[in-house]
């Protein structure tokens, strides 16, 4: 299946700082990528919707001004989670969407940056 | 009401059982189904897509009644390594924008 790499895989910040969480996709081009986050012992909530060439889409509810998304490239988007405070602390999971054939769409998951805010 | 329910479990079963996990949705409007795979502290995997006419994958059987707004997904001769988190996931909304709806996930740990 296609790939789709995230850095850092663990990052441990002050509270106040800002952390930035790369999501390429290596072996295809991916127009839309989508950012999740997941609390211990729930479930993955989509965060936004990341265009290539144009502002994100963001779920009621996220700040827009607090997670940045850039999509400048067609294999790169970027999260930084601006003035991070220990609430933020959570695993953040991007996807590429890969277009398939007729109506499947299947998504590949990066393997997660867990941010810990201190 | 969550837009995709699972039970959470935990389901601890012996190897080689059989074990059932059920979802339900509430956007009628959903176009595809699927369920994937979450190991501890990793992302997710897809498992299957799951189709009207029921789709199998070796030990994995995936159901889906629309008209109930139902997904099941059936784990024959469990293994050890089937241990995990089963995530119900559906798109929603209008098909085409790509948004995934996970559920909670059911935790199946396979003992030996």
């Known amino acids: 299946g296609a790939v789709v790499s995230q850095h850092p895989s663990r990052v441990i910040c002050k509270s106040g700082t800002s952390v930035k969480i790369e999501c390429r996709s290596l072996?295809?081009?991916?127009?839309?990528m989508f950012w999740y986050r997941q609390f211990p012992k729930q479930s993955l909530m989509l965060m936004a919707t990341s265009n290539e060439g144009s502002k994100a889409t963001y779920e009621q509810g996220v700040e827009k001004d607090k997670f940045l998304i850039n999509h400048a490239s067609l294999t790169l988007s970027t999260l930084t989670v601006t003035s991070a405070h220990p609430e933020d602390s959570s695993f953040y999971i991007c996807?590429?969407?890969?277009?398939?054939?007729?109506?499947?769409?299947?998504?590949?998951f990066g393997p997660g940056t867990r941010l810990t805010v201190l | 009401r969550k837009e995709v329910e699972q039970d959470p479990g935990p389901f601890n079963v012996p190897e080689g059982a059989t074990v059932a996990f059920n979802c339900t949705y509430s956007?009628?409007?959903?176009?595809?189904f699927f369920w994937y795979r979450q190991d501890c502290r990793k992302e997710p995997k897809l498992l299957m897509s799951?189709?009207?006419s029921g789709n199998e994958d070796g030990r994995f059987t995936a159901q889906l009644n629309r008209a109930s707004q139902y997904i099941s997904l059936l784990i024959r001769d469990s293994k050890l390594s089937d241990s995990a988190t089963y995530l119900c996931v559906v798109t929603g909304g209008s098909s085409n924008t790509g948004k995934l709806i996970f559920g909670q996930g059911t935790t199946l740990q396979v003992k030996p």
């Open positions: 799951v189709y009207s």
């Open positions: 956007n009628s409007a959903s176009q595809s």
């Open positions: 996807s590429a969407r890969l277009l398939g054939a007729g109506s499947v769409n299947e998504q590949f």
């Open positions: 072996d295809f081009q991916a127009t839309t």
